[in-house]
């Protein structure tokens, strides 16, 4: 089993609907959560940070929770633009003092015209 | 400022050669990883450099594949008698090495054995 799973999908949703992705973790250790957005071709890049609170940026919202551990990602009223392979991140203790980073396989969003 | 930056962007090479992909992180970045990718493919992880602690090397998928960081900045990620199976794209980022840290990725080398 892998340490982050997520949903490969693709997602094909039509423009201006509403999606959700979820990644589960299996460390209990882990220490924070992100959300990357990777483009055909293109490197991953930070989309945002998940924090035990829940936090919202524009269309994009994203949750923790820790008991079930799962994290999730929200697009409201989906763009073309968000069409990409979103990938879920966790970070935890590896050791002496250090941390690392480990990626979920992503889940692939396709928003249809 | 700077990011993080991967040379060279493209590689063609012949079965059996040996090539060295070079990443120059973020300054500051204690914390250095490689990544590969393959096409469609998810990230795997290769290696993993924190300031002065051992490398995690458990991402290595073979001993033809090794990686140095000297001064504790640039790194330089080598594989020796290439395979067709080794073309990929190769992803390097750093961070700050601390747990709430953004992880930069540079562009990627694209590395095509023939």
């Known amino acids: 089993r892998k340490e982050v799973e997520q949903d490969p999908g693709p997602f094909n949703v039509p423009e201006g609907a509403t999606v959700a992705f979820n990644c589960t973790y299996s460390?209990?250790?882990?220490?924070?959560f992100f959300w990357y957005r990777q483009d055909c071709r293109k490197e991953p890049k930070l989309l945002m940070s998940?924090?035990?609170?829940?936090n919202e940026d524009g269309r994009f919202t994203a949750q923790l929770n820790r008991a079930s551990q799962y994290i999730s990602l929200l697009i409201r009223d989906s763009k073309l633009s968000d069409s990409a392979t979103y990938l879920c991140?966790?970070?935890?203790?590896w050791g002496s003092g250090t941390y690392k980073y480990i990626f979920g396989t992503g889940t692939r969003l396709k928003v249809l015209a | 400022g700077a990011g993080v930056s991967q040379s060279p962007s493209n590689k063609v090479t012949e079965k059996g050669k040996d090539v060295e992909l070079r990443c120059d992180p973020i300054?500051?970045?204690?914390?250095l990883y490689w990544y590969r990718q393959s096409l469609g493919q998810g990230l795997e992880f290769l290696i993993y450099?924190?300031?002065?602690?051992?490398?995690?090397k458990s991402g290595l998928p073979s001993d033809r594949f090794s990686a140095e960081r000297t001064g504790g900045s640039v790194s330089t990620l080598t594989i020796q008698r290439t395979q067709q199976e080794d073309s990929a794209v190769y992803l390097c980022?750093?961070?700050?090495?601390?747990?709430?840290?953004?992880?930069?990725f540079g562009p990627g080398t694209r590395l095509l054995v023939l």
């Open positions: 980022a750093s961070s700050l090495g601390s747990p709430r840290e953004t992880q930069y």
């Open positions: 991140v966790v970070n935890r203790g």
């Open positions: 450099f924190q300031g002065n602690s051992a490398p995690d």
């Open positions: 460390n209990s250790a882990s220490q924070s």
């Open positions: 998940v924090y035990s609170s829940g």
């Open positions: 300054s500051g970045h204690t914390a």
